[in-house]
C-alpha cells in the first residue's frame, strides 16, 4: 500500500527544468499585482474551541493527491505541492494539531506522510458538488493498480482542481463561500477522508493571498499550499464534524483564517522580495496560521509561540 511513497528525485529534478520556462508564462498571465485580498473571515478568538465528543485521526496519515482537470502546463504547480506535502509532517506547524485528543486522551500524532497521486481529466465534468468530490476519490480507489489509489484506512485524499474548474452545492460555493472542504465518504464498504481545494487562479481575489511576490513565485500554488495546510489539520482533529470547534462551528484553522503572524523575508525563483512565515524541506511558504488550544488559545505557527 505504502509502494508510492515519494522518493522520485530524478523525475522531479528533470521536471523543473522543463517547468521554468512555461512558469515563466504563468507568473506574467498571472502578476502578483492582481491579488488584492483573501476569503479570510474575522478571525473568532473570543471563545475557546471545545470537544464534542467525536473521533480525531490518530497516528500518521497517508496523504493521496489527485490532480483533477487539465495540469498538464502546470508542472511547476505540481512540484512545489508535492514537495509540501512532502515536508508537512512532523513540523512544528502540523503538530499543533497534537493538541486535539479524543476523549481516550488518544491526540493526532502530527505525523503526515505523501503517498503519490493520480490524474483524473474532469471524469466529472468541470463543475463539481459534493458528492462528485468524494466520488472522484471513490472512483480511483476502485481502478487500484497503477492509475488508481489504494483504499488506506489511514488515507486522506486531496482532489486539487485545475482552475477551470469549480465545486457548486447549495451553501458550498467555491471561490464564494470556501476554498477548500473536507468530509468523508464511504467505498466497497469503508470509511475515507477527503479535501478538497480549489485553484485560486479562478478567483484570485477571493482565494489568493494579499497583494504581491509570493515565496515560490506563483501566487496561485502559494495559496494553495494554505489552504491545502488548513484542511488537513481540520481533517484531522475534526474528521466528521463533531470533534473539535468552537461556538460558531469553526474548527482550529478557521479560526486563524487570514492571520499570518510573524513574517520574514525571502527573493523568490525571480529575485522579488516575497514573505514567508514557515520554512519546510528546501522551500519557504506563508501559511494562515492555527489554533493552539488550551486555556489561552490563539492563532500561531507552533506550539511554542
Not at 508537512?88 to 476523549?103: C, E, H, K, V
Not at 481529466?121 to 471513490?138: I, M, R
Not at 467505498?187 to 494579499?210: E, I, K
Request: with cysteine.
Amino acid at each position: 500500500m505504502k509502494s508510492k511513497l515519494i522518493a522520485r528525485v530524478s523525475i522531479i529534478l528533470a521536471l523543473v527544468l522543463a517547468a521554468m520556462a512555461g512558469q515563466a508564462a504563468v507568473q506574467n498571465a498571472f502578476s502578483p499585482d492582481t491579488v488584492t485580498s483573501t476569503t479570510a473571515s474575522p478571525t473568532h478568538t473570543d471563545r475557546s474551541i471545545e470537544y464534542h465528543n467525536g473521533p480525531v485521526l490518530t497516528g500518521t496519515q497517508y496523504v493521496y493527491f489527485i490532480w483533477y482537470g487539465y495540469w498538464a502546463t502546470n508542472t511547476y504547480q505540481q512540484i512545489v505541492l508535492a514537495d509540501f506535502m512532502s515536508n508537512l509532517g512532523a513540523s512544528p506547524y502540523f503538530q499543533i494539531n497534537a493538541g486535539y485528543p479524543d476523549s481516550s486522551g488518544r491526540a493526532p500524532s502530527g505525523e503526515l506522510t505523501y503517498g503519490g497521486a493520480a490524474n483524473d481529466a474532469y471524469s466529472h465534468s468541470a463543475s463539481l458538488t459534493e458528492a462528485d468530490v468524494a466520488d472522484v476519490v471513490a472512483k480511483l480507489i476502485l481502478t487500484g493498480g497503477s492509475a488508481g489509489l489504494p483504499l488506506d484506512p489511514a488515507g486522506i485524499y486531496v482532489v486539487l482542481t485545475s482552475a477551470d474548474v469549480t465545486v457548486q452545492d447549495g451553501a458550498t460555493q467555491f471561490c464564494q463561500s470556501c476554498c477548500n472542504l473536507h468530509g468523508h465518504s464511504v467505498v466497497a464498504g469503508s470509511d475515507f477522508r477527503y479535501v478538497f481545494v480549489g485553484h485560486p487562479a479562478r478567483c484570485p481575489s477571493a482565494c489568493a493571498q494579499h497583494g504581491g511576490p509570493s515565496p515560490n513565485g506563483d501566487y496561485a500554488v502559494d495559496a494553495m499550499v494554505s489552504w491545502l495546510a488548513a484542511a488537513l489539520s481540520e481533517a484531522v482533529t475534526d474528521p466528521y464534524d463533531n470533534a473539535w470547534s468552537d461556538r460558531y462551528g469553526l474548527e482550529n484553522a478557521e479560526k486563524c483564517e487570514g492571520t499570518y503572524g510573524t513574517t520574514y523575508e525571502v527573493t523568490n525563483l525571480w529575485g522579488q522580495s516575497a514573505q514567508a512565515n514557515v520554512h519546510l524541506g528546501s522551500r519557504d511558504y506563508l501559511l494562515q496560521q492555527n489554533w493552539v488550544n488550551g486555556k489561552k488559545g490563539h492563532c500561531a505557527m507552533s506550539v511554542s509561540q
